[in-house]
């Protein structure tokens, strides 16, 4: 309830600190019987590792899981499942300067508002590298509902900066160090510039990032308040950095009249998905559509002026490892948050109505 | 934990249908020693009931509220305060053409398929009547963290399908039938022309709801995942209809830079507010700006393909009492929510941190 | 939250004081697909109602319930059951003497502590009365349980004062004003002395209650804090009076050796109930039985010490109309919140374990 | 929500099987600002430990907490407090020969029956090991609640199977291996030998284990359902093997009368505790005193009936290193428990009403 804790049914309580000896995650509510070991989560925490390319922070981290309880003989038992992973490469030196002052734009500024005290090293609780913990969660999600239901989840940056990133085809999402759903070299090598002109300025850049779910079953959402397009719009809030988020047609809706907006349905399905797979609260059985807004890192050389604890003016320039576009590493975190959502949902949804796929319609499927 | 209770320390659950006997919600956590009477309540009721105006719904509601409980000789008691709104014009035969059908768009789908059963009339569970009890218990929420705080709240229509409403001041909201925060009685003009067209067409249109806290104190969210700005986006992409969320620079933070986009400090106070008052998921103290996306009713006039609950091809024309924009009557509702995630984060940041007003700063409130 | 809903995914939210226009409930949860009328509810309500005897109060209330949404066309829609219950005969005045001081035994002393207000008006929330709307709510639980599992329910009083009632038949408790398991007439006679002699002499006296439910799923429990037994416990220990709980063997087991204790197994079933039915916190198929302790009645007209509200000596004595022995009418309370905590279990072992039939050995039926 | 976290705003979520590589919780809500070190809480693990006397299990484990997170410079943060315990002496052969078969009176039948899978190294999830994480929890809840409220925690053995330890002084609980408050030489010899007589015998037995919290705030407690008394009950009734719990005069209260059991009041204090300390589900501010029964270990050498997973008649003899009282190590727990729900619900008060102390009046103090 204290607000660390991210699921009703399938619980992630995560702990740790940027620059603690370790991070990880209690999942509670897994269902007995599923196949798994670290190899089905590592790969996960690897696609949003630091360290993979020169457009992101240079820690480096192995961020490797081990499963302390949960699973006994290669199976879950239905009991809390830990997840640990240590903190290897913690350089706190290069926080030294901002201990007494808060970075424009940064959760400094609040956290010692609020608790009065604050562990500065790396943004302490705030760091984005808290969300490797829930992306190890969210490979276990994902691999029920790739099982029960055949649900799949995929990401992509569709924009960066001012350069938009038109998507052609999903199979190039990994052949580039932005998670650009495009082919386009020149598109990639312009991007590529971009960033490295940001960091030679100091400075850092806000995105856009996509993120579909596939083969949804029908019925999931409890409205009227944790309706499914709710607790998505909590979720990806929720990831560091987010200032936006949309469902199917989004803010486009607010120019769109009734009868270009309603998805009409055909016995084939869907014409149509301007709902973005929720409709009332409850999924469609389309695919369901998340767009999401990242604000630029705030921590950045450029010099900003800021206030220390004591309310006296200061410069504050912040060196060290940072992301100067968060949103790069985003698209995996995107991708676990949507995943976590559905699974809660999907053990709600038993709960009160019963096994899920019993009424799931063919035709809700062929809409996009 | 099945969906239809809001918040966490002031918990509000709400029951009933657009046409059954009667709606209303039990209160829960309301702190004692707080004046309250129907009196209080009633005004939030009447912004937001319909029948107000040719642009909206012509159902005749008078939506008097009645408290059941948690009140003793004028004042709350710390028990449940339950709020009750009886229904009294339900023209339920309006429905009957869609009973067996989907509107698309329109939540009968969903409805149909997660619990195979659902109450037609009106929308049954999932109309925007059901907006009511909530505001009611906001007025509650509201006048507590005026007292405690001197919180306040205000809203206005910023968007009109394509027509922007560029904001004057505040005064002008209550001047008007849609929420609009101008004086330009053109673009007042302007906006009732478009309503008549649409409503003679037989089309609906979308709408953006802007909503700002003012006086919030600093300290409010419960990171990492009860942030303040994720509750607000839960709440808000909760509402009826909404596609869309932005908190403080939203979606522009896509293309701004982090020497932009970070609100420097000053011993004045914060430099402007592209974080819309919350940062790493608490408040700042700055104003706590919102704004959302509201599509189209998805009830209209104008024949549109569907399908029947066997799967055959039906064509759907809805007839009826129903609001052509129901972004027009938003505002209030947008409005309660976001006084209800206030509140409920106030009552948490007081569990775990004590009286909140200890360490609000006069700077905070500084910024805008 | 805050204390007033019972039950994390059929969750009951109560309202309302002993002498407010109303009291009732909220159900949220409720699967669809329930054929459900006041018909199935009034009887369970009849139960407990007060005035049925010389020997509980004669406050005269219908206790008509009235069902105010989630049910459409007879069935349960998976929407949320609104139940409403008007207070008619408050005699307000009765109570004109407790206001400013403290009933020794009673709640008064710590609502007014906790709270700084209370409504003294019959114990406002503290009182009994409010055990009514969890009938009712139990009254659904009960019906599903029954329908979809065999489940079902039995109480009993087996001990008033020092009498002690043993058990004979399940026949015989509707037949005596006690809930008492036997068909002894000369028992029953000496127990309506008993009361009438209390009566008299303006005295109370405690009670032991039994509840049983019978054909409970095998697997229902969420270990290790949401264990079964843990929960029945607390749904236990928060009906009004209550002071002790027993599962099982209860306290006898302080005495016993293991192999005394320990209920064998054989392909016949378990020898034995010991365990009450829940081993490890969660059902083992057997029958459920559990035994609650009741403390006398706190108003009563002998004359007690006490304090006013300054700390002033007085002596209280309570008139009005008062259960002498408030577990009488506990009997159909207990078994109501049996009912809700093996139903709240039933839905929570479905969501993350599936369907709960599916493992349910016959075997597990064959003990007591 | 799944069953493996205790309270709703200082929350222990628990993972960890007695046989896994660690076990463990993370607690969020600790409010910020209290001075922490691993000091603090190792000597509550010392106390319930296991091989500390000849009485309880060999299993030597030194039970090393290493705090991961929460905590800064030495004080927590207001961010979740992760507590590790590695598991170092599993002898997991021991368990070799109930993997297929059921111990009378243990969870090894229920577990199974509920997931379809079970860890059988020394109980899996079910071991009463699993209470050393809440024990670690709980002395930062002790350590709060002692800065904040003065309010400390005692417990003792009161019985040991048919040996009752008439209670003489708290002083006297740490210094013999039963933690029984006497210092009768005599009495502890008897039950020294009562012990060596019953593991020689291969059996085991029940105890009797009593818990007063002291220096209680007024007021804490959330009726009707989070009453104090019925958390109390849930957190006593969820430790290993408790079959009752009472508060106060317990089931004594059956047979006394109104005007017996209710504490009178004068101006220097309550008269008595048959309260035990809670009044309508709230606090007195007296002693709050609980009693619980713990029903004999279900491990032992003796042979009983059972059968294996697929029906068929087995005899069972459970080798390996069990405690033959599983009451005797139950008392740190007991006492660890009544400090978690009472932290819970001095957080829960001070959302809802604020300061817990303002209205705390001396006179509550002065009764026992």
Not at 288 to 311: L, Q, Y
Request: overall charge neutral; hydrophobic content about 35%; proline content about 6%.
């Amino acid at each position: 309830m204290s607000g660390n804790s991210f699921g009703k049914l399938f619980t992630v309580s995560t702990f740790g600190e940027s620059h603690g000896p370790a991070i990880g995650c209690v999942i509670d509510g897994c269902p007995p019987g599923l196949a798994l070991s670290e190899a089905d989560i590592q790969p996960e925490l690897d696609r949003r590792k630091p360290g993979t390319s020169r457009h992101v922070t240079q820690r480096q981290e192995p961020d490797a899981v081990q499963i302390l309880s949960g699973v006994y003989e290669g199976v879950t038992t239905g009991t809390p499942i830990a997840l640990l992973i240590r903190n290897e490469d913690q350089r706190s030196k290069d926080y030294g300067n901002i201990v007494d002052s808060f970075r424009p734009g940064h959760a400094d500024y609040t956290y010692w508002h609020k608790y009065g005290v604050r562990d500065p090293r790396g943004g302490g609780r705030s760091s984005a590298r808290l969300t490797a913990p829930v992306v190890g969660a969210a490979a276990i999600a994902k691999k029920w509902l790739k099982e029960k239901h055949g649900t799949e989840f995929l990401g992509c940056m569709s924009q960066l900066g001012e350069i938009e990133v038109p998507f052609q085809d999903w199979g190039h999402v990994g052949a580039n160090p932005f998670f650009a759903a495009t082919g386009d070299a020149a598109l990639i090598a312009r991007m590529e510039t971009y960033m490295d002109d940001l960091r030679k300025a100091g400075d850092s850049i806000g995105a856009r990032i996509d993120v579909v779910a596939r083969n949804v079953p029908v019925g999931l959402g409890q409205p009227i308040y944790d309706k499914l397009d709710a607790d998505i719009a909590y979720a990806m809030m929720g990831i560091n950095a987010v200032k936006g988020i949309e469902i199917g047609a989004g803010f486009r809706s607010v120019a769109q009249r009734g009868s270009e907006h309603g998805d009409e349905l055909t016995p084939q399905g869907f014409v149509g998905n301007n709902a973005g797979g929720i409709l009332g609260g409850i999924s469609t059985g389309q695919d369901i559509t998340v767009s999401i807004a990242i604000k630029p890192t705030s921590s950045i050389r450029t010099p900003r002026r800021s206030i220390d604890k004591d309310g006296n003016p200061v410069t504050v320039e912040t060196f060290g490892r940072h992301d100067p576009c968060v949103g790069i590493r985003a698209t995996p975190i995107a991708e676990a948050m949507l995943a976590l959502v559905l699974m809660d949902h999907a053990l709600m949804h038993r709960a009160q109505c019963g096994d899920v796929s019993v009424r799931t319609p063919d035709i809700a499927r062929a809409g996009r």
